[in-house]
């Protein structure tokens, strides 16, 4: 059976060319970058030129601004806890109520640890709260920090960074964005959305799993996160995961390829094919998030009067991946709490389900989504004990 793979905000595919860049700092180009011999010296060139090339697909001034760390939870991890280290006494967080939990984790770490933490809420849309921000921004005591996302991993909503970054900024605030989904699906410039701290994931744009990029523009207080050697100019301890900071800059160069070639046009034709076949064909669904911009690859869509994982069971044994906001704890479906804070009606919040495309996807796998998924979800239906038969 063929894998129609529609699970990309989970994982993406190395992509061939990233593996192949990747491939002889495995066999012959081992050395320790900061090893003071030749050998060394050799793959720490390597290192440089990757940082140069991560720098330039974020509009960094600097490539000293790139920090190389082992996934996003890090980067969020390192951020939030950077800056609150670097304060030194009780400051106030602003984020929102639908961020990863790499980040809604933290952040209730550190309300634990003294600091005010305010979740500001999303519309039925997904659409960010901007008056609730304004107002809590002007409440805030003491040093701090807005932790953001630039587009949401379950539904793509895209914020509105550039203006949550300079209010925040205005405000004297640390700006601290999420753009793990964001990255390879819209431009990212630094330049001119004036972050302070951003953090990205290889494995979500086609670089393996175990690398992620923190940047931290220059001048920003923040501690080291990961304490112990001076790799990364001391701001991350730990010798260089050279193959994967490699393919890291590989990845970075060819989404910046993609961005200007035309693929987000063509994956959003793709998207937006699967949402209006599946709406056609699938009474009483609905998409969350779909007012809202979003990012062209994500699709969320609600069945109503079933259970989502029960939809992504029967579409797995039919060889497609997809996912859920819910996750199975303690033998309970939790629904997703993004989906949850946009009041999403209580008979449509467990059959939310998530397609989410690469540049790789085809029209076939669509054609398959759109043959298998309207069968799987009548065939729930018939035993939904919320439809009247
Ligand atoms: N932030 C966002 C928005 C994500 O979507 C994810 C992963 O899904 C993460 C952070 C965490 O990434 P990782 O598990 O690679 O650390």
């Known amino acids: 059976m063929r894998t129609v793979y529609l699970d990309n905000n989970a994982t993406t595919r190395p992509a061939p060319e990233v593996v192949e860049a990747m491939t002889p700092f495995f066999a012959e180009r081992w050395g320790n970058p900061s090893s003071m011999h030749a050998f060394g010296g050799l793959v720490a060139r390597d290192v440089t030129a990757a940082r140069e090339a991560v720098a330039a697909f974020l509009g960094a001034e ?15 991890n390192h951020a939030l806890f950077g800056v609150a280290a670097a304060w030194g006494r009780p400051g106030t967080i602003i984020t929102s109520r639908v961020e990863h939990p790499a980040v809604l984790g933290p952040c209730l770490r550190l ?71 964001a990255a390879g699906k819209v431009p990212l410039d630094v330049g001119s959305v004036p972050v302070d701290l951003l953090t990205i994931a290889g494995h979500k744009m086609h670089a393996p799993k175990g690398i992620g990029v923190l940047y931290i523009r220059r001048g920003t207080r923040i501690k080291p996160y990961v304490i112990g050697g001076h790799q990364e100019r001391g701001r991350r301890g730990g010798t260089e995961n050279v193959p994967y900071i490699v393919g890291m800059a ?4 060819l989404a910046r390829r993609a961005l200007e070639d035309g693929s987000e046009a063509r994956m959003a034709r793709l998207r937006d094919r699967l949402q209006a076949g599946l709406l056609a064909t699938c009474p009483d669904s609905r998409v969350n998030g779909g007012g809202a911009p979003r990012v062209a690859n994500t699709l969320n869509i609600s069945f109503e009067f079933i259970e989502g994982e029960s939809v992504l069971y029967h579409l797995s044994d039919r060889g497609i991946c997809a996912s859920s906001g819910s996750a199975c704890a303690a033998g309970s479906l939790e629904p997703s709490h993004v989906i949850r804070a946009m009041g999403v009606p209580f008979t449509a919040v467990h059959g939310s389900i998530r397609f989410s495309l690469s540049r790789y996807t085809t029209d076939e796998e669509i054609d398959a989504v759109l043959e298998h998924c309207p069968q799987v979800v009548a065939e729930m239906r018939a035993l939904s004990p919320f439809v009247k038969h």
Request: hydrophobic letters at 40%.
């Open 62 to 76: 600097r490539p000293e601004e790139i920090v190389f760390n082992g996934c996003a939870t890090e980067g969020d």
């Open 111 to 181: 309300r634990e640890l003294g600091h005010t933490v305010v979740e500001i809420g999303v519309d039925g849309e997904g659409r960010f709260d901007m008056e609730a921000y304004a107002q809590a921004l002007a409440a805030a005591s003491g040093p701090t920090l807005v932790s953001v996302m630039w587009a949401n991993n379950e539904t793509g909503v895209l914020f509105p960074i550039r203006e949550i970054a300079e209010m925040g900024k205005a405000a004297g605030a640390t700006v601290h964005t999420d753009a793990v989904q």
């Open 250 to 253: 590989k990845a970075c160069e």
